[in-house]
């Protein structure tokens, strides 16, 4: 079914048409919101794995990781759903053409999300939150796994409905109504896109949470090592001083008070030193909690090539040209070698020159072989496609689609570096000293933000490598009237509105986004610099008398307490 721009009244003149603007605002709101869908997806199980440790051994440094990443926890979901909230009416708003074809398919996963997966999120978080020393341990300890399993069931939900503008199954077309309607749940739900994705995402999530569960932790470690040798030094220096009028009225044979006192100050360190030297305290739990974080992010990166592996080769099958694009594959080839580096005019396939190329790898990325493998070209899939479709082109941005995906890969690398360099520096207890401690403090900081800007150049490469499909064809639905109508240009998704009225709205959006992006990362970067909390257990929290620690006992989870840090300075 064709769609005419021009009969709906949208205005295509000049560079800000209707159909660009619309495609930044979903771009740019999507783009953001995906910021903190991983960390949440990954987080999550986490903390409950967190909690569970504590639920099980007991030992305070479990309580109080569980504790201070839930807080980061509950931060990112905040933020998370107030981002998420222009998505979902975004269909409604600015493509309402393609809403009106495929809303009775699509709204059915989006539906299964609100009412199922994020009913239970909000159920068990709430549960969670306010339930420290209330409901049983192990009743606790569930509603964070309940919450654990409900955000990755919500990534399911969202991943199938975006996997069926990826690869349409469970569908027919009903040429009356001009819509496509749902005939089969059960093959939207198992779509092996979504199949395929879904892992894929998750361990991408699972990066994401352990980088920076590494990366903080690995930071707290050297901060408090370094709290701790200067408490060390300056004990040291003051029991010198104390310790010379005693040693002067020993040699004169006088014993006054001066001796005594001087006596009992070197016999009894202050409570501030106690706690910093403590085998006990608050920044014990940096170690363990690093553990877990390099753990994740080990097995994780394992995960994402295995899974984008499996992701590889179907898209070679269902979307060929994203594929080609990917590779700035010009030409039909037998056995081309996998491009590292291009230099030229992305957008024009003549122009472009491989520079760097690694042989064998684009073959077994294909079909899991080494030699004997055809892959299609650019401009022999644009000749299909228009002998199928009509005139037009359907090859995707050459120049994003081919950086973003090595954009995907390539910053996992800085993962993998701060995984090998903290377990090089810390395995069996160790901790670099000196210009080396300084190096993989600041290296901690530096490699969390690689797995946000991964999973972001994954996403814009999945979305933008399916243009200039908004619903992209069914290479199985060819010749089949019941389903091979169901496809759509981004063009013929676009509402009908003025393009003042989307650049209003972009500009509107994009500026309360930014004003929460200042905001979210103040609360986080508060949060880390406040440290973890100072309690070991509701129990102890719960042994204290005074009205005021009463009511310290009774703050919810996600209550921040700006805390004093190791060196005695406001964080």
Same mark, same amino acid.
């Given at each position: 079914?064709?769609?005419?721009?021009?009969?709906?009244?949208?205005?295509?003149?000049?560079?800000?048409?209707?159909?660009?603007?619309?495609?930044?605002?979903?771009?740019?709101?999507?783009?953001?919101?995906?910021?903190?869908?991983?960390?949440?997806?990954?987080?999550?199980?986490?903390?409950?794995?967190?909690?569970t440790f504590w639920a099980v051994t007991k030992k305070p440094h479990w309580y109080r990781a569980t504790r201070f990443f839930g807080v980061v926890l509950?931060?990112?979901?905040?933020?998370?759903?107030?981002?998420?909230?222009?998505?979902?009416?975004?269909?409604?708003?600015?493509?309402?053409?393609?809403?009106?074809?495929?809303?009775?398919?699509?709204?059915?996963?989006l539906a299964l999300e609100g009412l199922v997966a994020f009913f239970m999120e909000s159920v068990f978080l709430g549960i969670w939150i306010f339930g420290?020393?209330?409901?049983?341990?192990?009743?606790?300890?569930?509603? +964070?796994?309940?919450?654990?399993?409900?955000?990755?069931?919500?990534?399911?939900?969202?991943?199938?409905?975006?996997?069926?503008?990826?690869?349409?199954?469970?569908?027919?077309?009903?040429?009356?109504?001009?819509?496509?309607?749902?005939?089969?749940?059960?093959?939207?739900?198992?779509?092996?896109?979504?199949?395929?994705?879904?892992?894929?995402?998750?361990?991408?999530?699972?990066?994401?949470?352990?980088?920076?569960?590494?990366?903080?932790?690995?930071?707290?470690?050297?901060?408090?090592?370094?709290?701790?040798?200067?408490?060390?030094?300056?004990?040291?220096?003051?029991?010198?001083?104390?310790?010379?009028?005693?040693?002067?009225?020993?040699?004169?044979?006088?014993?006054?008070?001066?001796?005594?006192?001087?006596?009992?100050?070197?016999?009894?360190?202050?409570?501030?030193?106690?706690?910093?030297?403590?085998?006990?305290?608050?920044?014990?739990?940096?170690?363990?909690?690093?553990?877990?974080?390099?753990?994740?992010?080990?097995?994780?990166?394992?995960?994402?090539?295995?899974?984008?592996?499996?992701?590889?080769?179907?898209?070679?099958?269902?979307?060929?040209?994203?594929?080609?694009?990917?590779?700035?594959?010009?030409?039909?080839?037998?056995?081309?070698?996998?491009?590292?580096?291009?230099?030229?005019?992305?957008?024009?396939?003549?122009?472009? +020159?491989?520079?760097?190329?690694?042989?064998?790898?684009?073959?077994?990325?294909?079909e899991g072989k080494f030699s004997g493998v055809t892959l299609q070209g650019v401009m022999d899939l644009q000749e299909k496609a228009e002998a199928l479709?009509?005139?037009?082109?359907?090859?995707?941005?050459?120049?994003?689609?081919?950086?973003?995906?090595?954009?995907?890969?390539?910053?996992?690398?800085?993962?993998?570096?701060?995984?090998?360099?903290?377990?090089?520096?810390?395995?069996?207890?160790?901790?670099?000293?000196?210009?080396?401690?300084?190096?993989?403090?600041?290296?901690?900081?530096?490699?969390?933000?690689?797995?946000?800007?991964?999973?972001?150049?994954?996403?814009?490469?999945?979305?933008?490598?399916?243009?200039?499909?908004?619903?992209?064809?069914?290479?199985?639905?060819?010749?089949?009237?019941?389903?091979?109508?169901?496809?759509?240009?981004?063009?013929?998704?676009?509402?009908?509105?003025?393009?003042?009225?989307?650049?209003?709205?972009?500009?509107?959006?994009?500026?309360?986004?930014?004003?929460?992006?200042?905001?979210?990362?103040?609360?986080?970067?508060?949060?880390?610099?406040?440290?973890?909390?100072?309690?070991?257990?509701?129990?102890?929290?719960?042994?204290?008398?005074?009205?005021?620690?009463?009511?310290?006992?009774?703050?919810?989870?996600?209550?921040?307490?700006?805390?004093?840090?190791?060196?005695?300075?406001?964080?």
């Amino acid at each position: 079914m064709e769609f005419s721009l021009l009969a709906a009244g949208v205005d295509t003149a000049g560079g800000l048409d209707t159909v660009a603007l619309s495609r930044w605002q979903f771009g740019i709101t999507t783009v953001y919101h995906f910021i903190f869908v991983p960390l949440t997806i990954g987080l999550a199980p986490l903390v409950a794995l967190m909690q569970t440790f504590w639920a099980v051994t007991k030992k305070p440094h479990w309580y109080r990781a569980t504790r201070f990443f839930g807080v980061v926890l509950l931060v990112n979901f905040a933020m998370g759903v107030a981002t998420g909230i222009v998505q979902e009416f975004q269909f409604g708003m600015n493509w309402s053409e393609y809403s009106r074809m495929v809303g009775d398919v699509f709204g059915g996963p989006l539906a299964l999300e609100g009412l199922v997966a994020f009913f239970m999120e909000s159920v068990f978080l709430g549960i969670w939150i306010f339930g420290w020393g209330r409901i049983p341990t192990w009743l606790h300890t569930l509603s +964070i796994w309940a919450v654990a399993l409900a955000v990755n069931l919500s990534a399911y939900f969202i991943i199938v409905a975006n996997s069926f503008m990826q690869h349409p199954v469970g569908a027919e077309f009903n040429p009356e109504t001009g819509r496509a309607e749902l005939t089969d749940i059960v093959a939207l739900l198992t779509n092996p896109t979504a199949l395929a994705a879904f892992p894929h995402a998750v361990a991408g999530s699972f990066l994401t949470a352990g980088t920076f569960v590494l990366g903080v932790s690995g930071w707290w470690l050297i901060k408090d090592a370094r709290a701790k040798a200067k408490t060390a030094t300056t004990t040291q220096d003051g029991l010198a001083l104390d310790n010379a009028p005693a040693a002067e009225a020993s040699a004169s044979g006088t014993n006054t008070a001066a001796t005594d006192t001087a006596s009992s100050k070197a016999t009894a360190p202050s409570s501030e030193n106690t706690a910093a030297t403590s085998g006990d305290n608050r920044h014990s739990m940096h170690r363990p909690a690093m553990k877990v974080g390099l753990w994740t992010t080990i097995l994780s990166s394992i995960g994402l090539f295995i899974t984008g592996d499996i992701q590889a080769k179907l898209m070679f099958v269902q979307q060929p040209m994203k594929m080609a694009s990917a590779e700035s594959l010009c030409h039909t080839e037998t056995d081309p070698s996998f491009s590292i580096l291009t230099i030229g005019t992305h957008n024009n396939c003549e122009s472009v +020159i491989h520079v760097l190329k690694a042989p064998f790898v684009l073959p077994f990325l294909a079909e899991g072989k080494f030699s004997g493998v055809t892959l299609q070209g650019v401009m022999d899939l644009q000749e299909k496609a228009e002998a199928l479709y009509g005139p037009g082109n359907y090859s995707p941005n050459l120049f994003v689609t081919y950086w973003s995906f090595r954009a995907m890969i390539g910053l996992m690398v800085g993962s993998l570096a701060l995984a090998f360099f903290a377990w090089l520096f810390t395995r069996k207890g160790r901790l670099p000293k000196g210009k080396w401690a300084t190096i993989f403090s600041w290296g901690c900081l530096a490699a969390i933000p690689f797995p946000f800007l991964a999973n972001s150049s994954g996403w814009i490469f999945t979305e933008m490598g399916r243009q200039p499909w908004v619903i992209h064809p069914n290479p199985e639905s060819v010749g089949d009237p019941r389903t091979e109508s169901i496809r759509m240009l981004v063009d013929h998704g676009v509402s009908g509105h003025e393009p003042w009225v989307v650049i209003v709205t972009l500009v509107g959006f994009t500026l309360i986004y930014g004003i929460l992006a200042v905001v979210w990362f103040w609360l986080i970067r508060r949060v880390v610099l406040d440290g973890p909390p100072a309690e070991s257990g509701p129990e102890a929290v719960a042994s204290e008398s005074t009205e005021d620690d009463e009511e310290k006992q009774l703050q919810p989870a996600g209550t921040v307490s700006f805390a004093r840090d190791a060196e005695g300075k406001e964080s």
